[in-house]
């Protein structure tokens, strides 16, 4: 079991360029959340996904993020444009089924815009 | 408004004592609740979870009390072990017709001395 894999781990980039950020989750695994921790905010709920489709996008921040899942070992989280205040460290997560409670995190990607 | 609160940024414990992490909500609709675990540079990683029809679950050296008249639980570790030296969030969840989201406090780092 490979456990929720992300890429880049580190990502730097100047403002205005678009980031793109990956999760494979864990096989079998049906659902899937994005999370962005910063100190000023701790860990937040981005977007989550149920069999791929998006079913809480309320704490996407603005337009410049959107996220995909075209199947179901397969997610990005892009930003575009970037700006210095995305930085922080971006968490995927999955879980079995909506019913289940546990989620299990990929090891975050690491982004700084300067 | 943060729903999920830890009040306590940072604890500091001998090794060998017992470490008491605490943890406040607001939202009586949540019903499960689960502690977590996070090592630098690395995902955040389940320890132990506690349904709110019950107020104590046990895990070896772990433990979480609830109390939920008082809308407060508690991580116990005895005893503490320099390899439990991390950042502690509590979390919680109330099944809604999305599923089962997570809302975390801001954590707590646990030092454990030698």
């Known amino acids: 079991d490979a456990g929720v894999i992300q890429s880049p781990r580190h990502e730097v980039t100047e403002m205005g360029q678009e980031v793109t950020l990956r999760c494979k989750p864990i096989s079998g695994h049906n659902s899937l959340f994005w999370y962005r921790q910063t100190m000023m905010r701790g860990l937040e709920l981005l977007i989550y996904f149920n069999n791929n489709v998006p079913i809480d996008d309320s704490g996407m921040p603005e337009d410049r993020f959107s996220a995909k899942m075209p199947n179901a070992s397969f997610s990005t989280l892009k930003i575009q444009p970037s700006e210095p205040r995305d930085s922080a460290v971006y968490f995927c997560a999955s879980s079995f089924d909506r019913a289940s409670y546990e989620q299990y995190f990929g090891p975050g990607t690491r982004l700084t815009v300067t | 408004d943060q729903q999920v609160k830890q009040n306590s940024p940072s604890l500091s414990v001998q090794e060998g004592r017992i470490s008491i992490l605490n943890c406040d909500y607001t939202?009586?609709?949540?019903?499960?609740f689960l502690w977590y675990k996070k090592y630098p540079a690395e995902g955040p990683t389940f320890l132990i979870s506690i349904s709110s029809i019950k107020d104590k679950n046990e895990d070896g050296r772990f433990t979480v009390f609830l109390n939920k008249s008082a809308k407060h639980l508690s991580l116990h570790i005895v005893p503490s072990q320099p390899g439990d030296s991390a950042v502690y969030f509590c979390?919680?969840?109330?099944?809604?017709?999305?599923?089962?989201?997570?809302?975390f406090g801001g954590g707590t780092r646990l030092m454990v001395k030698p």
């Open positions: 979390a919680a969840s109330g099944y809604n017709n999305a599923g089962n989201m997570l809302t």
């Open positions: 939202n009586s609709m949540f019903d499960y």
